[in-house]
């Protein structure tokens, strides 16, 4: 009866003013709707509200913290890699990283529900300190010259792996689903600065300490206290549980009741039978192998062509910068084309990039294949993620993101752990030219298949057929 009154005071007052019950219905809606601050223009027109600078300011953090995470995860590959030869043989090389993603896929299972559980802040604790002991056991493994221990502390700093990754999915909480490819594509941005300042480290630190690669292995250890500092001046949405309910207190509210759970929510072996998501998921898993094996492996290919180890460092820069920079601009592509049409031209650029790798064993060949590979990568992944966005309901998205995180991590794990093998006894030139390029092949023509699918069902190439869709086509 109170918001009656108020409203009819408003009505009285703007019939007073001149003003129309219509105009005032159009302003209150415009005020409903979610803010457009991707723009500079409307970064400007809001920044004096307290609330929209706390929004952004948590989007911000969490790319800074994804730029460490990262950086940790490509010190780990451009250093672990060439130290291990120096203690065991070279097919053994890859091991230790394999570890340490097989870790990250156990972990990236029961992050989304220990978030649920106990919030945001424990779980990326947790996996912080994790990679904190993993990093300081690395520089006592490469002192020693101790294999074995640096597989275990590999597997450690695995811990932080899935944490990084999922920072994407908790920038969701600070805005509306509409905007979810931009702010992805957002945190996704802040690997840039860890593209410039990690290799870059790990170069002149590396022969920091009395012994060979421990320094850079020193450097990881300090973004890992930089990771558990940011997760504390993060302003989480606060998860608690009352009445049958879970409920995220953010700017943009999400309430899952287990009444609504128990009659709509679906299996995930549902979820994971449709279209959209085993698209989506295809996406991830390609994208992420096709990525990690040339990557894992140039160091290898490139150390056995004579090259050094600032060159491997300066190629893996190389590949860093075109992984993230695109994210600049990824976000505005899935808003304009659709996540699947952004999704099939990563596919077509990573090919290009592997085949660009027959060229020879000359470092700007490495150099500007690895780019394009990134490049590629950033498409794929982005796309990917947001499509997935599409294939669940809300009181879903737990156990969906679960599902998806752990294929991602899987196809990483398998990549690690064969590529040194795979370079050992395939050489790079097979495993690019024939196995990898024609991994991508197939994977582009289904992908192509299903977009001719897609448009023709909905006349649209940025449409997607969404869970909604089918429920309505089943009730018609």
Known sequence: MTNLDSTLEDGNTAKENGQSIVAIEERNQNDSKPRQFWSLHTLRLHWSDPSFRKMFWNILLLSWAWSLGE???????STTTVAATTFANWYLATIPIGFMLSIGTVYSIFLPRAIARFGYRPPFYFGALMSMIGAGLCIVATWYKLYWLLIIAAGLIGGQVPCTLYYRLVALQFSTKEFAPKVIAM???GGCLSAVLG???AKHMVNALPKAYSGAYLIALVECMLILLTMRIIQFPEIKKAHNTLTSTSSVS?????????????SIFVIGRQRTFLIAALGGFVSWSSMAIQMSATPLAMTAAGHK?????SAVQYHLLGMFAPSFFSGILCKWFGGRLVMLTGFLIQLTGTLLFQRGFEANHFNLGLIIIGVGWNLGYVGASVLLTKSYREEEKIKTHSLFEAIVMISISISFFSSAFAQQFLGWIILTGRVISLYLAVAIFILVVDTLFVFYKTKDIRKEITVNDIEQEILV
Do not use: H, Y
């Open 71 to 77: 950086g940790i995860f490509f010190i780990q590959i």
């Open 187 to 189: 945190v996704a941005a």
């Open 199 to 201: 290799p870059e480290l």
């Open 254 to 266: 999400m309430v899952i009741t287990e009444n609504t759970c128990s009659k709509n929510d679906r």
């Open 309 to 313: 180890f600032v060159q491997v460092t």
